[in-house]
């Protein structure tokens, strides 16, 4: 599938959703839809404008890779039923010119998980992708592969674990092999020293790929085992159950006047969370799993408000989420554990490399220095020496005072305001 992309996918601008051939399913994906778009609007408005790029209507398309070097392949990393085959699309980039790729090199993995508060996002948006990461990819020989995955409310986080699972599978499969012949006839993947990255909720995903502990393989035993990870790079990542507080004189909605008040909000996220039981309740009762309803494509704009609403209202974000499994931990509380994570497995520890915003008020900044600071105490805990652990954690925290979330989507790392992510990337560098 290599080649130009539309803009909007043809499973996204069509308002019309197959029926699923149960009317109560059918009667709550509807109910569903409504409360999430709290405001009645369409899914295209001029809201798609804050998800664009910064003047160049190609580079919303697909085109933002190709116009920065890099060509791609879409593909799936699971079987899926064909009404929701978006859930599993995976992209995967590499630079443009491999003609000095020796016949038996391995290259470096770089696996990049999208952000969008886990209820939106989609690998095709262009403009979702940010623009340095693509610049990375066509400045080096590394094999980039961006996941889509289930969302948020129509599946819950046991649901979305799953697929990581299936997802990392496949990057143990021949399947992705062949993929990846697709634009090399002799690329192949090293499976070892994997560069994990995310921005938001994509961090999330990357930090659980590192303390799930059976994600990978074992290159002898062909056995579960932790990932090889050399590098873990986040971006305003988001690692606790997604919680804002809404000010007293209320809370704009995508930069929307008029301002909405807390008890405005709790009412919509109420809805929201009445119409997420019916939807599970009717699924449970057709003996269907959401995989086999149409679900709307999660492009941005679309979803963005059932994150807005969830995660300003309580645990309500959590709710959904965990959907009845407290076991369902965030990254922090699963820090915080002393055992169960992959840390204890690994004989090493990964390169950290960390940028949020002082400014940042969607996630706050203070979530990532807990999460760093267990990380280091865990290492410690280990015996791994202070020394060691501090040269491998690099957060940079002092250079973005007035930084709030998701800043750095339209950044170069060849002008001046992306000088710093040059230099993160200058040390991930290192480790290829």
């Not at 990461?133 to 819950?156: G, H, Q, R, S």
């Not at 963005?304 to 300003?312: E, G, H, I, R």
């Amino acid at each position: 599938m290599s080649g130009s992309q539309n803009f909007v996918p043809s499973d996204t601008s069509d308002k019309t959703l197959k029926p699923s051939g149960n009317d109560e399913v059918n009667a709550a994906r509807k109910n569903l839809i409504a409360a999430i778009n709290f405001r009645d609007e369409p899914p295209f408005t001029d809201l798609v404008h804050l998800f664009n790029t910064d003047g160049s209507p190609d580079e919303d398309k697909m085109y933002r890779y190709y116009h920065n070097g890099c060509k791609t392949h879409r593909s799936q990393y699971s079987k899926q039923p064909p009404e929701n085959l978006w859930c599993s699309e995976v992209l995967i980039a590499v630079r443009n010119d491999l003609s000095d790729v020796a016949v038996k090199e391995e290259l470096p993995l770089f696996i990049d998980f999208h952000g969008g508060g886990f209820t939106t996002g989609d690998i095709r948006h262009g403009a979702w992708r940010q623009k340095h990461k693509i610049e990375l990819i066509a400045e080096t020989n590394m094999i980039c592969v961006c996941p889509n995955y289930p969302v948020l409310p129509w599946f819950d986080g046991k649901q979305i674990n799953a697929a990581i699972r299936e997802f990392w599978n496949y990057i143990f499969s021949d399947d992705f092999k062949n993929d990846l012949k697709s634009l090399h006839p002799q690329l192949k993947p090293q499976l070892k020293d994997i560069i994990v990255s995310g921005d938001s909720a994509g961090a999330w995903l990357a930090m659980h790929s590192f303390l799930e502990p059976g994600l990978g393989r074992d290159p002898v035993t062909n056995k579960e085992a932790p990932l090889d990870i050399s590098v873990v790079y986040m971006q305003y990542p988001m690692l606790c159950h997604y919680k804002r507080e809404v000010p007293p004189e209320g809370l704009q909605y995508l930069g929307q006047e008029p301002k909405l008040s807390q008890a405005e909000i709790t009412d919509k996220a109420n809805d929201l969370k009445a119409r997420w039981k019916e939807w599970h309740q009717a699924l449970a009762a057709a003996n269907m799993t959401p995989y086999q309803v149409a679900i709307p494509r999660p492009w941005a704009p679309i979803g963005v408000s059932a994150s807005f609403l969830a995660s300003c209202s309580g645990d309500s974000w959590k709710e959904l989420f965990q959907n009845g499994d407290s076991s369902l931990k965030d990254i922090v509380e699963r820090l915080e554990a002393e055992q169960g994570t992959a840390i204890e497995l690994r004989a090493r520890v990964p390169r950290f490399y960390i940028y949020h915003g002082a400014a940042d008020v969607n996630v706050n900044i203070e979530d990532t220095k807990r999460a760093l600071y267990l990380i280091r105490k865990r290492y410690l805990a280990k015996g791994v020496a202070a020394s060691e652990v501090d040269e491998h954690i690099h957060f940079a925290e002092e250079l973005l005072q007035d930084k709030g979330h998701g800043f750095d989507h339209n950044i170069s790392v060849k002008t001046e305001e992306g000088r710093f992510i040059k230099d993160v990337h200058d040390m991930i560098k290192k480790n290829l």
